[in-house]
């Protein structure tokens, strides 16, 4: 699926036998898919409605809508339902196209039947982020305001603090003189606002409730105590991102059952960490039976990740009988996706890398790679393209950009992390800023499969560049990998201003392997222009050869077999 897991239960419904083979091709691939059958194909499929998170129908459209019309209630609780024909041309999202996953369902069902996913959703439709596809709780006018965004009209942006939103159209911007007071409004806050027709509210997860609490607390005291703490504080429990304690609660039917309910985790810390906060109100009493002077101040305080210094204490500590409460708001920190493209074609580039691409207000990278992506981006993303050779810049802005609360996205081509801007973006990134990393494949995978099986076995990758790394250093790992007989890949082997390095690095493995060893050069994997040449050591023309390309050299037990490289795992069974 495009951004998530596929929903836990499915349930499929069809009528004919081409419809129950479309159903076989999905229950192989998803063992949480399941046929649910019934005495009519309306029983199966009401079935299918009450007992499944997701309903796939191999029925015709007017036929679904008709059976399910009566059942409809909520879109937040009702099933998505998504309509394959009997061809299956096409996979329709019917029903739940965000709030139940239908839209993603839709896109994964037919990248599994080779079908076309058909979304109707306005928002979908022109690239647009829903309101309820942020990931955060929505509230309000939702409908209206996502409306007036998709008719342009203005819509005043006023948040509280600078989260990390994903890129909004141009006509969504912050307070000015253009946008009139009565207007459309999209609020962030964490704090309980009066709605009306005009406003929606995006709930940021800045809240963390520590929680302290005798042995054998019931949930409901818990519960009814920090609903109270809140509401008294004007804030909002959808802004809740986890309740905290002390690892001896961890175990705490009363609280877990608190965090169950309100759909958060429960992250727990040890006392002497715990002991380590600087609290307004410790307590001696509490030290003696816990180890830590405080428990639900600090624990609010230390919050999911150990980091007390960007928080504030909003609500201190409030007890009852056997439950105490106390409520911190933590800044928001921006977002930096170091996400890997691949090696260029579309369809080599994954799922997660375009969900981030989409999550980005702001996407880095070297002009050719941005070109590639471009079509993904939502409107209104900032884009800010450079050249070859200044990779140190492109990260530096990159963190720069999230450093002030920006969601951003740098890009890279195969994986971020080989040879790419992870390295570079991560040796300036500090505590200010969440990390993801999104990998890609590489052009050493592309050029491995194109090639046939050349790292079936242990295999080294080195860089030929000297730009950063000395050619005596180069030299000593090349002469490793022989000596170690690895299978060995090339990047950047040769461009017009380095053309010996790549004669030097094939010597010193030829003094090691004989000369009929296979070595493989892929130019341009994936991409226009895509050329494989297969040598041996001691035919290989290093002219042939670019900064496109990828040199594989086997190692003393690779072979061609049927004109592909194979290196032999020397499995027991083929002996």
């Known amino acids: 699926m495009t951004d998530q897991n596929p929903p836990a239960r499915i349930g499929l419904v069809a009528a004919t036998a081409a419809g129950r083979r479309h159903a076989d091709t999905v229950t192989a691939a998803w063992p949480h898919a399941r046929l649910v059958e019934g005495e009519s194909v309306a029983d199966a499929l009401r079935s299918a409605w009450a007992g499944c998170d997701a309903v796939i129908a191999f029925l015709a459209t007017g036929a679904v809508v008709r059976i399910v019309a009566p059942l409809l209630d909520d879109k937040r609780t009702d099933p998505a339902v998504v309509v394959v024909d009997e061809a299956a041309r096409h996979a329709v999202a019917l029903l739940g196209g965000h709030a139940g996953g239908g839209n993603d369902l839709a896109e994964a069902v037919a990248a599994l039947l080779d079908a076309r996913p058909v979304i109707t959703t306005a928002t979908d439709a022109v690239g647009l982020p829903g309101l309820d596809t942020l990931g955060w709780p929505v509230q309000g006018a939702v409908a209206a305001v996502s409306r007036a965004i998709l008719d342009g009209e203005p819509v005043r942006l006023v948040a509280d603090a600078d989260w990390p939103l994903p890129a909004l159209p141009p006509n969504v911007r912050a307070a000015d003189e253009d946008i009139p007071d009565d207007g459309y409004r999209l609020l962030v806050t964490d704090r309980v606002v009066p709605f009306d027709g005009r406003t929606a509210v995006l709930r940021p997860p800045s809240l963390v409730a520590g929680v302290g609490a005798s042995r054998g607390v019931p949930a409901a005291e818990v519960t009814e105590l920090l609903h109270r703490v809140l509401a008294e504080a004007g804030l909002d429990p959808a802004s809740l991102r986890c309740l905290a304690s002390a690892d001896i609660k961890a175990d705490e039917a009363g609280i877990r059952s608190t965090a ?20 307004p109100h410790p307590s001696e009493v509490v030290r003696a039976a816990v180890g830590t002077p405080s428990v639900a101040e600090a624990a609010a305080l230390l919050g999911p990740d150990g980091r007390s210094d960007d928080a504030t204490l909003l609500v201190g500590k409030t007890a009852t009988a056997m439950a105490t409460v106390a409520v911190a708001r933590h800044a928001p920190r921006g977002r930096l996706a170091v996400v890997g493209l691949g090696p260029g074609a579309a369809d080599l580039r994954t799922p997660r890398a375009v969900a981030e691409l989409r999550r980005a207000a702001v996407v880095v990278g070297l002009d050719q790679y941005l070109d590639q992506v471009r079509d993904v981006l939502r409107p209104g993303t900032r884009v800010l393209s450079s050249g070859l050779g200044a990779e140190e810049a492109r990260a530096r802005a990159a963190v720069a950009e999230a450093a002030a609360g920006r969601a951003v996205a740098l890009i890279g081509s195969g994986d971020a992390g080989v040879y790419a801007m992870a390295s570079p973006a991560l040796e300036y990134a500090d505590e200010r800023i969440d990390v993801v990393g999104v990998p890609g494949v590489t052009a050493a995978l592309a050029a491995g499969a194109l090639l046939g099986a050349p790292l079936g076995h242990d295999h080294a990758y080195v860089s030929l560049s000297d730009l950063h790394t000395p050619w005596e250093v180069i030299e000593r790992r090349v002469t490793a990998a022989a000596e170690g007989d690895f299978v060995t890949l090339f990047y950047n082997p040769r ?7 790549l004669g030097k690095a094939l010597g010193i493995l030829a003094a090691h392997r004989p000369p009929a060893t296979p070595v493989g050069v892929v130019r341009n994997a994936s991409r226009p222009g895509e050329r494989v040449h297969l040598a041996t050591l001691a035919t290989l023309d290093p002219a042939i050869v670019d900064m496109y390309s990828v040199v594989v050299v086997g190692n003393s037990d690779t ?13 027991r069974w083929r002996s």
């Open 495 to 501: 461009s017009r201003a380095r053309d010996w390095q």
């Open 559 to 571: 072979r061609l077999v049927a004109g592909r490289m194979v290196t032999p795992r020397g499995y």
């Open 260 to 279: 169950d309910a309100l759909g958060v985790p429960l992250v727990t810390w040890p006392a002497t960490r715990l002991a380590t906060v600087d609290v």
